[in-house]
């Protein structure tokens, strides 16, 4: 298997996500956050509930690979459904 990322959840009053493997930092909750490499806002991701479901908004820069931004989104939003009660690691 080939690994390209870790990401853990470190719960304290707001959760917080560490990523090992890719330079990228998460900034804001599991609902609506942006990802910045370097300084630059590279990822953001909007999750809000309507009538009719769940409603998700993602925007991904043109510098970045599409594939592994959401795969990172997709991970993020399964560790924050499967681990309420404490630290969690995700392999990528």
């Known amino acids: 298997k ?3 990322a ?3 959840k470190e719960i304290s009053l707001i959760p917080k996500f560490t990523m090992e493997g890719i330079d990228w930092e ?3 909750l599991h609902i ?3 990802m910045f490499k370097n300084g630059e806002e590279i990822v953001s991701f909007q999750s809000e509930n ?3 479901g769940e409603r998700s908004v ?3 820069a043109d510098s970045i690979d599409e ?3 959401l795969s990172v989104v997709m991970t993020i939003s399964y560790v924050m459904n499967a681990s309420e009660d404490g630290k ?5």
């Open 6 to 8: 870790t990401i853990t």
């Open 32 to 34: 609506y956050y942006d």
């Open 2 to 4: 080939n690994k390209v």
């Open 26 to 28: 998460m900034r804001g």
């Open 58 to 60: 993602l925007k991904i």
């Open 88 to 92: 969690h690691t995700t392999h990528l």
């Open 67 to 69: 594939l592994l931004a």
């Open 50 to 52: 309507t009538k009719w």
